[in-house]
């Protein structure tokens, strides 16, 4: 099986303010938010990464889709350094983050019309994948509707057609469910599936065990910044649920940090 991403020793540090450092608990000028994260994933596989909030599941996937530098390590993305050839690595992948915040004064038509030009898109293959999306997404009827009036669920299926608007093979998603109704996330979930059935590399990450557990061929679980485990979902739960192996392995790696 073809290796798609080689993630290799990455390390984060944020600097804080005394208000941070107050609110993080901290008596330190500076937070570790990726501590030494490696792990692997293959073509067609989907991989996630599972942790409570602020374990750095978004700054690893950022610092794999080139939107922040690693103070140390890197991620090579289908032969392709993030670090050394960020354009290259940004040609490849489909990232969303539910932090993705569209113009309220722009329509989807024209955002997704812009963000296909960035990839020099032709324009007859631009019509094309927008009429394929929308249709999924049900966005027709809000095509030429500003985003700043639309709904919540609207917006982040906008943002996920604009993600993917050049069909590309890997796509990293974080907390591609986190905030929507259920019908609103099930159509998310439904679309991760068909693009699983596709042959697409997925990287997901989220906090939601049966989404992860009935999509993922493998879960890596980061804890405090740390990769904590990694393997298969079987094998990381034998004969558990992957909620109760994370729970037991997220209660014994904080005792050993206290």
Do not use: W
């Amino acid at each position: 099986m073809k290796e798609i991403l080689s993630v290799n020793n990455l390390v984060k540090t944020f600097k804080l303010s005394k208000k941070q450092q107050q609110l993080k608990k901290l008596n330190k000028p500076a937070f570790v938010a990726v501590d030494n994260v490696s792990f692997k994933s293959y073509e067609g596989e989907v991989f996630g990464l599972l942790g409570p909030n602020g374990a750095g599941k978004t700054t690893t996937m950022r610092m794999i889709a080139t939107l922040i530098n690693p103070d140390s390590g890197d991620a090579i993305v289908d032969g392709v350094s993030a670090v050394k050839n960020p354009c290259a690595v940004r040609r490849n992948i489909g990232f969303l983050t539910n932090e993705l915040k569209l113009d309220d004064f722009f329509t989807p038509n024209y955002l997704f019309n812009f963000f296909a030009d960035l990839h020099d898109m032709p324009r007859d293959l631009i019509a094309q994948r927008r009429t394929q999306l929308f249709e999924t997404f049900g966005i027709n009827k809000f095509a030429e509707v500003k985003v700043g009036s639309m709904s919540q669920g609207m917006k982040q299926k906008t943002s996920l057609a604009i993600s993917i608007a050049h069909d590309p093979n890997i796509v990293i998603f974080d907390e591609p469910t986190n905030g929507l109704d259920v019908i609103t996330a099930k159509v998310v979930t439904d679309f991760l599936v068909d693009l699983k059935a596709q042959g697409k590399s997925i990287i997901l990450s989220s906090h939601i065990f049966h989404l992860l557990e009935g999509l993922c061929d493998r879960v890596g679980i980061i804890i405090q910044g740390k990769m904590v485990a990694c393997d298969t979902v079987s094998n990381l739960a034998g004969e558990k649920t992957l909620e109760e192996t994370f729970f037991d392995i997220y209660h014994q790696t904080t005792k050993e940090t206290m």
